[in-house]
């Protein structure tokens, strides 16, 4: 077994310790970094009764009716982390919570996807080594786009850590190739894409957001989807005349951000005609709105509190498909699958008090669905560094990092969940079910495993303590070989209230509050079963969906997919990457400490090399395993 660091945030840029704040009410006057602030929004007021029922039935098709999406695989729900920070989630030295939370997904849907990209692909520069040894190096002299993006520089171990990732847990891989030059493609990050990461890397992205490029000055204001459309045709070319990239087809685009064009633009100038044979998927990357006038002083200001009901209903991701839906259709006709490339609650790192609530893992979950069921093939919600409020995960800053843990995002939660919902055997269908006469605030979802009805997925957007909005759903089933059985197994995804940071429970289990998690769950698991009334093959279960919380429903033992994908597995943190200067103390303990006590027997000196009066101790048992294990990982990462 491998032994592996849990560690922190490296060589972040401008790193601050975090404020201190004691309650709500303080959070106003926090500085420290986005990721951790405090502020928590008022969640709406109930709707009442008139606006949501809380007792309806549901009448589930057996089979897969007409209107189920096409077969999903269960890994839809992946992540895209921005290149700049790639080495905050993964570092050159393997984290431990990363690997946790890979291998977490993995048992449930059999496998990850991650896209490492960005605006910052755009520019950045493979290189044999940086000037001081980093895996990767920004220019922050030289930083580009409204949204501050610097230039980068990696070297090709960026690639082998990828691939030693995709040893340990079963991740597969999206690049991008710099689309900053077209006249001299730089081609490394595919030939060296291709040599290291192998059958783990599925796709290479060719221009992010090129609708964009005029707005952020990267390109003439002519600039349009024929340009777009002629500059891919320059790097088809390039690749072909290159030996060193075997596979000339992985290529994705257009990537559009639906701004200035929309994807019909693209469609329209014969672009997957064109290059059919080239293109592994077509994509697209958007998020709902943005938050840019309090992150970078540009754009329309708005607040967080006005803003927050409108991610907390069904119709938020019904509109953000709908722009799509015939671009899925058209991708179908195509032959083609249809990616989500970069999403999130809202670009330029999100809400505070939204983007990391758990109105975010209802709305993120209930998004992706409804992405599966508009027949989308896979959706990477985005992860910045920890100047962001909606990182699925986030790990601590350097200074922290030895005595601090992760913080997990309401958006992990969604992806576990989804997971969960689709299972492991590639062959799913998903449809929206138009609940409760289509109520915004209850939808739900039936998954379908090799056409026949396994699944179903509840919602509860409400927030009400009184119990008065609690929904009690009834499941019935006709039609096909699947009856309602005498009981069913239900997981819920549940906390106090939809403003809640933090402490979410899945099945209850959970990740913690910030700074607590090692990437693993936590307590007891809780599954509640069921029992059904009726007589046999006409029963209907009664299932209950706190408010707020979502249900996912198993109709048989089949259905249960926990560790369908692969076997659980847990990646102990025994090493420490750091050997010398590591005494460290919580400034909560050393607040309350005098200090004296338990080094009055112990002689030694703080220098390295220096012997003092230290008396050798023997080298434990424990210690000599973590010390091989250490060989072993420093082996791995230098292939």
Known sequence: MFVLKSG???????????????????????????????????????????????????????????????????????????MSVVNQVCA????????????????????????????????????????????????LSGVMNPTQTPPLIFTPELLYMLRNISSLVNVRWHLGIPFNDTANFRLRIAELGEQILGDYLMGLQAGNEPDLYVDHGHRPPTYGPYDYFGEFGLLVQALADDVNVPNKNLLIGPNVNSGDWTPEMVWNTGFVDSYSQNLAYLAVEHYPTDNCYAQFGIGTPRDPQTTFPNFLNHTAGQSLIAPYLNSSAYAQSKGKRLLMFETNSASCGGFVGISDSFGAALWGLDYAMQMAHSNFSGAYFHVGGQNVYYNPFTSPPTNQSTFREWTIGPIYYSALVMAEALGPSNDTQVIDLAANNNNIYSPAYAIYDSGNLVRVLLFNYVTDSSGASDLHVDLSVVGGQVQMPGQVQVKYLLASSVSQKGNYTWAGQTFGANFESDGRLSGTESVQTVSCSGSSGSNVCTIPVPAPGVALVFLSSAAWTESGGAPSHTFPTTVETRTRNTATVDPAVLATSNGHTGMDKVSGSTSEGSESGAVPVPLRREMAFALVGAALVGWLLVR
């Open 8 to 82: 922190g945030v490296y060589y972040q840029e401008g790193q601050t310790a975090l404020g201190t704040v004691t309650g709500t009410a303080a959070s106003a006057n926090y500085t420290g970094s986005a990721a951790y602030n405090p502020t928590v929004l008022n969640p709406p007021a109930p709707p009442g009764p008139a606006a949501l029922p809380t007792q309806f039935a549901i009448q589930l098709s057996g089979v897969a009716p007409p209107g189920a999406s096409i077969t999903q695989t269960g890994s839809f729900f992946g992540f895209s982390i921005e």
């Open 92 to 139: 050159s030295f393997l984290q431990v919570p990363f690997l946790n939370l890979m291998a977490n997904i993995q048992q449930r849907a059999g496998r990850v996807v991650v896209r490492v990209g960005g605006n910052t692909q755009d520019t950045a520069v493979l290189v044999d080594s940086t000037p001081d040894g980093r895996i990767l190096e920004k220019d």
